[in-house]
Antibody, heavy 120, light 107 residues
Framework: VELVESGGGVVQPGRSLRLSCEAS????????MHWVRQAPGKGLEWVAS????????DYADSLKGRFTISRDNSQDTLYLQLNSLRAEDTAVYYC??????????????WGQGTPVTVSS | DIQMTQSPSSLSASVGDRVTITCRAS??????LNWYQQKPGKAPKLLIY???NLQSEVPSRFSGSGSGTDFTLTISSLQPEDFASYYC?????????FGQGTRLEIK
């Protein structure tokens, strides 16, 4: 199992960025997937999740509709669109796989993370 | 949202010590509680899922217990590689939340 994020970088406040997470070693279409972020020196914060088929999505309340999670199972890739970026969105963004135990959510595999810095 | 309160926020211990970290949920989450270890500059690693199940290849000195609102992670005999940060995470609600973390340092 391998997850490789990309797309991070330095971006000005108010701009947008799209993160990607390429999966290998397993069939992406069988798994719910998540994004989790970690601001510098801070703890882990769940961002968003998407069901195996893309039909159901959930987001952290704090994002207020600025982020969109999506997936392309044919390309084995998960995405996170970040809009109207703010300084407080500066963080390392991780994608993570959910093993799909009914009635429970957790992360059994993680990518290495991609850093996003929002600064003018 | 379900709030997760982890304690202590930091802890100093010696190799060979037995260490316990606690996590309390703001409502009943059954056994939907998971524990992760994170080392500096690295991604988190799953240690325990469903409160007490040891993830594959995780050493048996790690154990978890609890149900409802109160949970514990125990390391029976600290090894040098165990000095890291630890996070609990509730998986009962699709709006997932983490504890604030415990930093385990060498005394």
């Amino acid at each position: 199992v391998e997850l490789v994020e990309s797309g991070g970088g330095v971006v000005q406040p108010g701009r947008s960025l799209r993160l990607s997470c390429e999966a290998s070693g397993f069939t992406l279409s069988h798994y719910e997937m998540h994004w989790v972020r970690q601001a510098p020196g801070k703890g882990l914060e769940w961002v968003a999740s998407i069901s195996y088929d893309g039909r159901n999505r959930d987001y952290a309340d704090s994002l207020k509709g600025r982020f969109t999670i999506s997936r392309d199972n044919s390309q084995d890739t998960l995405y996170l669109q970040l809009n109207s970026l703010r300084a407080e969105d500066t963080a390392v963004y991780y994608c993570a796989r959910d093993p799909g135990i009914v009635g429970s959510y957790y992360f059994d595999s993680w990518g290495q993370g991609t850093p996003v810095t929002v600064s003018s | 949202d379900i709030q997760m309160t982890q304690s202590p926020s930091s802890l100093s211990a010696s190799v060979g010590d037995r260490v316990t970290i606690t996590c309390r949920a703001s409502q009943n989450i059954s056994n939907h509680l998971n524990w992760y270890q994170q080392k500096p500059g690295k991604a988190p690693k799953l240690l325990i899922y469903a409160a007490s199940n040891l993830q594959s290849e995780v050493p048996s000195r790690f154990s978890g217990s609890g149900s409802g609102t109160d949970f514990t992670l125990t390391i029976s005999s600290l090894q040098p590689e165990d000095f890291a940060s630890y996070y609990c995470q509730q998986g009962d609600s699709p709006l997932i939340t983490f504890g604030q973390g415990t930093r385990l340092e060498i005394k």
